[in-house]
């Protein structure tokens, strides 16, 4: 597993709540093909916490954003006191990359909506 938190405060923190959601994703992602594409990124994607597309810094209470056509996923550190929410928000970027989108639900956390705000 590769989970390389590039420039990231609190990486071992980060990197261990992602492996702790990577390992429910089979049973809480209902939509098998995106919970294998979430499997893979577990695998072999990076988390960043640099802000390489500004949204960070434009979006004051974003928390993570996906850069279109990179599989990885990247968080708003600035925006955590720690690192307990930021696996929910790593799978949720994964599984932009898979083709899934904000509002189709299928368990991926935060598909309700609660994460739709300043992010993408
Ligand atoms: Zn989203």
Redesign the pocket.
Known sequence: MDLACRNCNMADDIRKNATAWCETVQSIVTNPAVASCIKRRCKDAWIVCGDPENHCSTHPNALGYRVPGKSSANLCIKNFSNANATGAIVI?EWA?SCNWR?GQGQGVP?GDGY??TD??
């Open positions: 949720h932009h904000d935060g994460l739709n992010h993408y």
